[in-house]
């Protein structure tokens, strides 16, 4: 996922990456806020009666829904998309540490309070056309670390 205004300011101020949060917290949860909006995957999710309510919970309901969207290769790449930015969305607002940052690609990753960072809309995508691994494995998997 390219963010073309992050891209273009980082070229302009020779900024290779940038964390999404400021010293006092203040920038964080705006950033996280936008993120999480993931609309697609949150109107399939309500479509099927699951509450995406940012909870380790949600992922494993998520990873029960019917892969219907893997018909359609537009909508397979979008909600990639959103189920990455709502597994990045759950391990920010569940995981001590975890805090959202923006590679040099324009890529948003998740950092770990152990400096890992996790690609998870990639994470996002394997599990959208595939089903694997798990919302929820990937989950345990990064909370571990």
Same mark, same amino acid.
């Given at each position: 996922m390219k963010?073309?205004?992050v891209s273009n300011w980082r070229? !302009?101020?020779? *900024?290779t990456a940038i964390a999404v949060f400021s010293p006092d917290g203040a920038d964080a949860e705006g950033v996280a806020e936008l993120l999480s909006e993931c609309e697609l995957l949150r109107a =399939? &999710?309500?479509? &099927? /009666?699951?509450?995406? +309510? +940012?909870?380790? /919970?949600?992922?494993?309901?998520?990873?029960?829904?019917? %892969?219907r969207w893997r018909e359609d &290769?537009?909508?397979l790449q979008w909600l990639g998309n959103d189920a990455g930015l709502y597994l990045g969305t *759950?391990?920010? !607002? =569940? *995981? %001590? /540490?975890?805090?959202?940052?923006? !590679? &040099? +690609?324009? =890529? %948003?990753v998740v950092r770990l309070a152990s400096d890992r960072e996790i690609d998870v809309v990639e994470a996002g995508h394997d599990w959208a056309e595939s089903g694997a691994p798990e919302l929820s494995q990937f989950y345990a998997e990064a909370a571990e670390s």
């Open positions: 963010i073309p205004f070229k !302009r101020h020779g *900024v =399939q &999710a309500k479509e &099927a /009666g699951v509450e995406l +309510d +940012d909870t380790v /919970g949600s992922l494993e309901a998520l990873d029960q829904l019917v %892969p &290769a537009e909508a *759950v391990l920010v !607002r =569940q *995981v %001590p /540490g975890a805090s959202w940052l923006i !590679r &040099a +690609d324009g =890529q %948003p």
